[in-house]
């Protein structure tokens, strides 16, 4: 029998029939190539028997375009399975960069900037040099990077932009780390900037100014998280970072429509429920992505 959850049915969607990631992924591929640059679909003899989504050769870039139905662990993706494929790509020198169908769907403007960052098509370059640096209040910060992150706003005790005149070209935030092992330090909540915009040297810059507020607070380092989801590359460490280790791979919920914080569903010890039970009453399921890359910068 096929696993199809509730809401899958309300909205009148087969997995047979209607397939969401056939439609999108062939979205996702027009729009590569509608940036002039050649792709193939569905490429096998790259990573041996798996087949790639998309792959630009000349860029060195794959794209993978991961349904929230075929791509949880209820359809045998485990903890290991998307990490390993971009494993396997970067042993030969491609990035994989992995979107998931509820971020093209919602988000699709900002994976459409991630991309062509990638691909090094962004349209417009701008030099953080000739930026000012400004603290931001709240509702800049909210504003900035529920449109240009694709993780929208979380709450910071800080957040830093570089502007240019009255522009805000790029941001940081910073907040208190979740574990009290990290008492000392600040953590990076969210760092991106503004679509289709390449601030070149922004980390660079952002990160000496967040530094001096860290210090001035009296914290004694920052620590980031870094999605290889994405395609993790050198950019942290030439900012400064020193890569500490390699964190176990992400995972959400999800009901096959949208993805729900790991948080969001958790052991009832009042009522003896395990997570997997209290998961299973609500008709989610996890699923996962890559590890998260862990660098300190020293302040």
Known sequence: VEKVSLLFAKNDRCPNCCPTGSHAQHDVANFVQSLGVGRGRNVKGIIGRQELDIYIPTKKLAIEYNSLYWHNVAAGKDHAYHQGKSDKCSSIGITLFHVFEDEWRDKRSIVESMIKHRLGMTSRKIAARKCSIKKLNVAERQAFFNANHIDGDTNAKLAIGLFLDDELAAAISLRVPFHKKHAT???????????????????????????NEARTLGYKSMLTYVDARFGASGTWTSAGWIHV???????????????????????????????????????????????????????
């Open 185 to 211: 330090s600040l953590e990076v909540a969210r760092m991106c900037g503004k679509l289709d915009t390449n601030v070149q040297g922004s980390l660079s810059r952002l990160t000496r100014a967040a530094a």
């Open 245 to 299: 280790s390699d964190m176990p791979s992400r995972f959400w919920w999800t009901d096959d429509i949208s993805r729900f914080n790991r948080f969001k569903y958790k052991a009832d010890s009042k009522n003896g429920l395990t997570e997997e039970q209290v998961a299973s009453s609500a008709g989610v399921v996890k699923i996962f992505g890559c590890k998260n890359l862990c660098y300190r910068f020293d302040c």
